[in-house]
């Protein structure tokens, strides 16, 4: 059964960095990519970025600079690094799993961050 | 950078009815899209994938339709259930989704 869950602190303060891991089973992460979406509160989905199974990586641009994503495949986890966090990046972080179609077909539960001040 | 334009924001209609939404690329992405569906509290879920190919277990009244820059999402006899956000996504690499549509049951 392919799962994906991310874990991840609640509350992040100010400037701060930002560090959640996707821990998936039933696949392996040398077979397919995993994408990391946010989804701010209201709002919509953004992509984030993506761990490509050969081990490269991509980055929305808007993320770039403080984005970063990284993997152990021995544990079967993807992480996800942002550091200097704003107000505005008070989301819901999903990790998702994408198929040779291109297309997420399994997605973790989403771990909820609060930005405080 | 591609940029997908979902319409309406939002929509109510009553169960039983057909409903129509819209995705728009900034430029030609073939049949490079795929839509979910996202209910409050919840993941997204693949519905349709290369624009017209429905995902497992997707019910047929879900048709997906399109090519190039317009692509359309067609719900026939909307059943209570599909109450939910819809997002159309274009594929592969750097994804980018639609800002969503919700679509409401009166």
């Known amino acids: 059964q392919v799962q994906l869950k991310e874990t991840g602190p609640d509350l992040v303060q100010l400037t701060q960095t930002l560090s959640i891991t996707c821990t998936v089973s039933?696949?392996?992460?040398?077979?397919?990519?995993v994408h990391w979406v946010r989804q701010p509160p209201g709002k919509g989905l953004e992509w984030m970025g993506a761990?490509?199974?050969?081990?490269?990586?991509d980055y929305n641009s808007a993320f770039k600079s403080r984005l970063s994503i990284s993997r152990d495949t021995s544990k079967s986890q993807v992480f996800l690094k942002m550091n200097s966090l704003q107000t505005d990046d008070t989301a819901k972080y999903f990790c998702?799993?994408?198929?040779?179609?291109?297309?997420?077909?399994?997605w973790g539960q989403g771990a909820s961050v609060t930005v405080s001040s | 950078n591609i940029v997908m334009t979902q319409s309406p924001k939002s929509m109510s209609i009553s169960v039983g009815d057909r409903v129509t939404m819209n995705c728009k690329a900034s430029?030609?992405?073939?049949?490079?899209i795929a839509w979910y569906q996202q209910k409050p509290g919840q993941s997204p879920k693949l519905l349709i994938y290369?624009?017209?190919n429905r995902y497992n277990g997707v019910p047929d009244r879900f048709t997906g339709s399109g090519y190039g820059t317009d692509f359309t999402l067609t719900i026939n006899s909307v059943q209570a259930e599909d109450a939910a956000f819809y997002y159309c996504q274009r594929i592969y690499n750097s994804p980018t989704f639609g800002g969503g549509t919700k679509l409401e049951l009166k």
């Open positions: 290369y624009a017209s």
């Open positions: 998702a799993r994408q198929t040779a179609m291109g297309v997420m077909d399994a």
């Open positions: 039933g696949f392996s992460l040398t077979t397919y990519n």
């Open positions: 430029q030609n992405v073939y049949n490079n």
């Open positions: 761990m490509w199974n050969g081990g490269g990586t």
